[in-house]
């Protein structure tokens, strides 16, 4: 493990969360708990049949295993959920169906406080998995929208913070305007504080550096800056910054000098979801980066996605880092 996801292992322990797996069925999931499990990570409920659970043959005692279609409070929870989309048109015929889909199942125990997050995404899409988060759960006080990020841990690189980065948005946001890259610049900057534990410095990049281009592209980035500025007066925010000027000490001095952040940021905030996915998966594979994510911001209670070719061990980081972000609400 890195030295990033080592201290979230042990922050986690230390302030023990009840985190919801609603892919039971998955052999995936159900390795990752049982790691969580032995080595005292979260707590946690599994979603499924538990004949089925048990018949894996993974070690899964004190996990709480749910059966949906039998779970006792059902009824309870369906109307929990009638009460909060009755205003959208959802009948209580249709809360009660809803149940049937464990993405639902699992967020109404988050809502309920049965559990403090959930982690889910190995077989479900990511629009998916947030919907109902975002339907139920909604958006955190403050929050303007839900973005998403990486947390990259780069091996034998002293940039950064000693090789850990925050990359976003990488998973959900298309094409964000400047007020929403701004908004996520300033909730990445909170999150990167929250999980690393150092100062963030956030460089907004582009295909610029402090005007060396001018085009709508750019100036959407500049704009975004201006508004970062005024949302997070007392955080180090700086933009348009190419990559290396953002990164590298001779390059950020040569291209922005008198950038506060240039040559040292740790926070990258890319101006369009191709830029962050690409971004973030040529780091992964050619620098042989540990990637922790994608990892949501925004949501009222701590939901993370996983990529649906993820592996066990991608999972027990995101479900240690879920049990961190509950922590700190």
């Not at 292992?9 to 797996?21: E, G, H, N, P």
């Not at 009755?86 to 559990?115: C, H, P, Q, S």
């Not at 001095?253 to 506060?260: D, F, N, V, Y």
């Amino acid at each position: 493990m890195s030295a990033f996801l080592d201290s979230i292992v042990s922050r986690a322990k230390a302030r023990r969360k009840t985190i919801v797996l609603p892919e039971g069925d998955d052999p995936r999931t159900l390795e990752a708990a049982e790691r969580v499990l032995a080595d005292g990570v979260a707590d946690l409920i599994i979603l499924g049949d538990a004949g089925a659970i048990a018949a894996s043959g993974h070690k899964l005692d004190g996990a709480r295993i749910i059966d949906p279609a039998a779970y006792e409070e059902r009824e309870s929870l369906a109307q929990v959920l009638f009460e909060v989309r009755k205003n959208k048109g959802m009948t209580i015929e249709e809360a009660r169906e809803k149940l049937d889909d464990v993405l639902y199942f699992g967020v109404m125990l988050v809502k309920t406080g049965a559990a403090d997050g959930m982690v889910a995404g190995a077989c479900h899409a990511t629009g998916d998995v947030l919907r109902p988060s975002l339907q139920i759960l909604k958006t955190a006080p403050g929050a303007a929208l839900v973005s998403s990020f990486f947390i990259m841990c780069v091996p034998d690189c002293d940039l950064g913070a000693q090789g850990t980065f925050l990359f976003s948005d990488c998973g959900l946001e298309v094409q964000p305007s400047a007020e929403r890259l701004a908004n996520i610049a300033v909730s990445s900057a909170a999150s990167f504080k929250a999980l690393v534990g150092e100062e963030p410095q956030v460089a907004l990049l582009s295909h610029s550096s402090h005007g060396s281009a001018k085009n709508d592209d750019a100036l959407k980035v500049v704009e975004a800056t201006r508004i970062a500025k005024e949302l997070a007066p007392n955080v180090a925010i700086d933009g348009e910054l190419q990559l290396d000027a953002a990164i590298i000490p001779e390059i950020g001095a040569s291209k922005a000098p008198g950038s506060p952040v240039a040559g040292h940021a740790n926070v990258l905030v890319f101006p369009d979801l191709d830029a962050g996915n690409i971004g973030y998966k040529l780091v992964q594979r050619l620098a042989k980066a540990e990637a922790y994510g994608p990892v949501t911001q925004g949501i009222a209670a701590p939901v993370n996605d996983l990529s649906r070719g993820c592996c066990a061990d991608d999972i027990y980081g995101v479900v240690a880092i879920t049990s961190v972000q509950a922590a700190v609400e």
